[in-house]
């Protein structure tokens, strides 16, 4: 459905992305995961038609990006990262104007109209301008817009970014509801975001793609502790306990080392604490010997620190006691 | 040829919902009307002088007399209101991001540059309407030579068109209204400037081109009744030119 071929763009002297290849099949939901500056929303905007890429194409439904624009455009539904709202206008005349321009007929842009305000849950506020409407109510308004024509595509650029817990779960549910009929690229820098509404996950850093997961995988990845590798010249049969005994501590794991004297261990401890200065006074006091002291960090982790990895009031505030929430 | 009808049916919603028209058409009447009134009474004591003086009406042309200063001086008030007319066409657009969806819609720049032109022209078009008033209301009193001043209406409509064109181009420069309607003063000052500049190089050949720029010298051919075909092709070229100007810049900035 969606195959992208070393895309790259350039800004002047900044390469925003570079060589960026992914595939995505018909139905499947596909999220775009990195942080700030990585460039989803230029690889976004190369896939819409809104501006060319430097190097490197992109097909999508068959069409190539550079060759038939107009064919794309009227095959995609596209919402930018700020939603494009005419403020002056109620929501019905903005997405009338709308459905006009994907070029739809008459009877199709009546039918259009009626479902995306109904999948977005706008028919309450269908008559009220849309300066007047909330953030929440903004950004379905933003949705209801890319969705109006049936497009075949839909290209998401940070959907719930600004709202607040409960409306991001609507807006999740929404977006599960709509996959399989539509395929949808949706950017996040928000780690569970992408793992809860999609199936495949690439993961961009600096422009680069780092890595194509699916979503069990991915979550192996990711830390759930701090990992520090130590290496002792004596360490001994109570080395372990001891270490265990030091505040923070989760685990300990001896290593297996080549070479009779040396011992080695990897010492876990919870996220986020830094407990080397603990460790070195243990291990100096203790007199084994320090050789080494390294905290271990994977390549895909590095990326991972960057990412939004916990977020606040969306766990609690699942769909089973949103009612709660909104009373 | 729909999507562009479609696009200036939303131009001109957004026109009737803002201030801004309503506020340059009642600045514009008021202005047109106050310059009226001011070149009738000198006319009517003109004349009052001349019939005591000869004891029957003079040969005095109430097109010459009136219409022609009037609506001369009516073309500077617009050089003044027009930019505001045309300043939010691009810009906000960008502002709102709002073009991010009309350039991943199927339509094209040229028919969204257009759309935004013939919107404003049609706005543009109510306002020399409205002010047709004042020479209707004279016609009941006076007779009225309306060649010349058909003549002179279509001169102001065509150098309208120039006026939108230039300031839509300014609006496709920028984000911000205002620098969009400071580019614009700027673009049609000069052009209405180059006139003067006309009179010093006097007639050499850059005072000869100057001459040709100048828009003050071309809307005045109207305004005396002539409709040259030397100062229409002026307008139409110069309505392309601006035209021409926004699309290229339209198309360049997604390339940024
Ligand atoms: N118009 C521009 N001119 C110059 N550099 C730009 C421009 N737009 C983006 N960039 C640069 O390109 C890189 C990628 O930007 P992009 O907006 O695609 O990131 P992003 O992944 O969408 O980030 P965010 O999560 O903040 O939205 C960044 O380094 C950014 O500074
Ligand atoms: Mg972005």
Not at chain 1, 145 to 174: F, K
Not at chain 1, 216 to 225: A, G, I, P
Request: glycine fraction near 8%; charge should be negative; hydrophobic fraction near 45%.
């Amino acid at each position: 459905m969606i195959a992208v071929k070393h895309l790259g763009k350039r800004y002047g002297e900044v390469i925003a992305i570079d060589d960026v290849s992914f595939t995505v099949d018909k139905g499947e939901v596909l999220a775009f995961l990195g942080p700030n500056g990585a460039g989803k929303t230029t690889t976004m905007r190369i896939l819409t038609c809104f501006m060319p890429a430097t190097s490197g194409t992109a097909l999508i439904s068959g069409y190539d990006i550079f060759e038939d624009p107009m064919e794309i455009k009227r095959r995609i539904g596209y919402l930018p990262e700020t939603p494009p709202l005419y403020p002056e206008m109620t929501v019905t005349e903005y997405l009338s104007f709308v459905a006009k321009i994907k070029g739809l007929s008459k009877s199709d842009q009546t039918t259009g109209l009626a479902l995306s305000l109904e999948k977005t849950g706008l028919g309450d506020v269908s008559n009220r301008l849309i300066g007047n409407l909330s953030k929440g109510y903004r950004q379905r308004v933003g949705l209801a817009q890319a969705l109006i024509h049936n497009p075949d595509v839909l290209i998401l650029d940070e959907p719930t970014v600004g709202l607040d817990p409960r409306q991001i779960i609507e807006i999740r549910e929404l977006i599960k509801g709509l996959a399989g009929e539509h395929t949808i690229i949706l950017s996040t820098h928000i780690l569970p975001e992408a793992t809860a509404v999609s199936q495949k996950v690439v993961i961009i850093n600096r422009g680069r793609i780092v890595a194509v997961d699916s979503q069990e995988q991915l979550s192996s990845h990711v830390r759930k502790s701090e990992k520090i590798a130590l290496r002792l010249r004596r360490g001994g049969a109570e080395t372990p306990q001891k270490l265990n005994a030091i505040e923070g501590v989760l685990r300990v794991t001896p290593q297996s080392v080549s070479g009779d004297s040396e011992s080695s261990y990897l010492v876990e401890s919870n996220l986020g604490e830094d407990i080397r200065e603990q460790l070195s006074k243990t291990v100096v006091e203790s007199g084994w010997g320090l050789l080494e002291m390294k905290p271990l960090v994977l390549s895909l982790e590095e990326v991972f620190l960057q990412l939004t990895t916990e977020e606040q009031g969306v766990a609690e505030a699942t769909p089973e006691n949103k009612t709660q929430l909104a009373q | 040829m729909k999507n562009t009808f479609t696009l200036i049916e939303k131009e001109l919603r957004l026109y009737f919902i803002s201030p801004i028209a309503y506020v340059v058409a009642m600045v514009f009447l008021a202005v047109s009307d106050f310059l009226f009134y001011n070149q009738i009474q000198y006319f009517s004591g003109l004349s009052l002088r001349m019939m005591q003086f000869q004891n029957h009406l003079p040969e005095l042309n109430i097109h010459d007399a009136v219409f022609r200063p009037t609506l001369f001086n009516m073309s500077i008030i617009l050089l003044l209101i027009m930019p505001l007319l045309t300043m939010r066409l691009f810009a906000e657009e960008k502002k709102e991001h709002t073009n991010e969806l009309l350039m991943t819609s199927p339509i094209t720049i040229t028919q969204i540059v257009f759309g935004k032109f013939i919107a404003a022209l049609t706005v543009y078009s109510l306002l020399l309407l409205l002010s047709l008033h004042v020479p209707l209301m004279l016609s009941v009193a006076v007779e009225i030579s309306w060649k010349p001043l058909f003549a002179s209406y279509l001169g102001l409509f065509l150098m309208g068109a120039v006026f939108l064109a230039m300031g839509l181009f300014a609006s496709a420069l920028t984000e911000n209204q205002i620098i969009a309607a400071v580019i614009s003063f700027g673009i049609l000052i000069g052009l209405w400037m180059v006139g003067a500049s006309a009179h010093t190089a006097g007639e050499t050949t850059l005072g000869q081109v100057a001459n040709y720029l100048s828009m003050s010298g071309h809307l005045d051919q109207f305004v005396k009744g002539l409709i040259s075909s030397r100062s229409l092709v002026y307008f139409i070229s110069m309505t392309a030119l601006g035209l021409f100007l926004t699309h290229r810049v339209v198309e360049s900035q997604r390339w940024k």
